[in-house]
């Protein structure tokens, strides 16, 4: 029998076997890289070549079976400082008093009253000096008002003094306008409209400072009397200030007494020196003042 060789094949059948051969090697190449790529992605870890993901700003929680990601430092005082922010665990709102009633709590510290010192226009308060008797004729009534927004009542002066509308105070009594004089002299009362102190004469000072923007541009307190009354302060003093060029002043007093349940109340009174015969009117209107 005779044999077949290779070499008695033609070189177009030698090609076509050679071809599909190669073909088939590169194939097999082909399978075996898919599956160490697709091997290699569901490993910890793993991940497709080529891309790079952006970080992000806080690391993701690890999920099964994938390495926890490294922390950076600051995470831990983030979290905690979330942790903290609950009411229940803040030192903060642990070591603040319990509200009051109506909500208002004495300021901290005496850092409003140094601020009200360093203003010119009000001086270091005096020694403490009572009220002495102003000029005038007393004047006597058994009416009252009665505040109950501030929880205090207070004389009702007859003519020439009426009561007007008592916005922005609780209450309002005033006497008649003097031409050519602006400032009207008024008795009025109200809760402290000013941030309240721990003790009741730093609220006063503070009260009487306030007082100057119902009295004319570039008012001055000049004291008279700084002394401690019942559950409370009074302070009176000269508000000196210029009408046309000539210097003018009131008499002015205010008293500030603590409220059973509520923020203090406040009485405030202030006659210009054109009215300085009802100045003894101040006497009888500080010590008119009762709690309700």
Aim: some cysteine.
């Amino acid at each position: 029998m005779r044999r077949s060789r290779i070499g008695d094949l033609p070189m177009r059948v030698i090609y076509r076997i050679l071809a599909v051969g190669v073909a088939l090697v590169l194939a097999a190449v082909a399978a075996v890289v898919g599956f160490v790529s697709s091997g290699s992605s569901d490993q910890p870890g793993g991940g497709k070549t080529g891309q790079i993901a952006a970080p992000s700003a806080a690391p993701p929680s690890p999920g099964p079976g994938s390495p926890e990601p490294s922390t950076p430092v600051s995470a831990p005082a983030s979290a905690s400082a979330s942790e903290q922010a609950s009411p229940s665990e803040s030192p903060a709102e642990t070591a603040a008093p319990s509200p009051s009633p109506e909500g208002w709590e004495p300021a901290p510290d005496r850092s409003a009253v140094i601020a009200a010192l360093a203003d010119p226009r009000v001086p270091e308060l005096p020694r403490d000096k009572r009220l002495g008797r102003l000029p005038g004729k007393a004047y006597k009534s058994k009416r009252r008002i009665e505040d109950d927004r501030s929880g205090v009542s207070l004389i009702r002066f007859g003519k020439p003094w009426k009561v007007f509308g008592a916005s922005p105070f609780s209450t309002k009594q005033v006497l008649p306008k003097v031409k050519g004089i602006a400032h009207r002299a008024m008795l009025v009362s109200c809760p402290v409209p000013i941030l309240v102190q721990r003790k009741a004469k730093d609220t006063a000072l503070l009260a009487a400072r306030w007082t100057l923007n119902h009295h004319p541009k570039g008012s001055r307190i000049a004291w008279v009397a700084s002394q401690p009354i019942k559950d409370g302060w009074l302070l009176a003093y000269r508000v000196k200030y210029k009408i046309k060029s000539k210097t003018r002043s009131s008499m002015a007093a205010l008293a500030v007494v603590e409220a059973p349940g509520a923020k203090p109340a406040m009485l405030f009174v202030t006659i210009p020196d054109t009215q300085s015969k009802r100045w003894r009117d101040i006497n009888t209107a500080v010590s008119s003042l009762r709690l309700e």
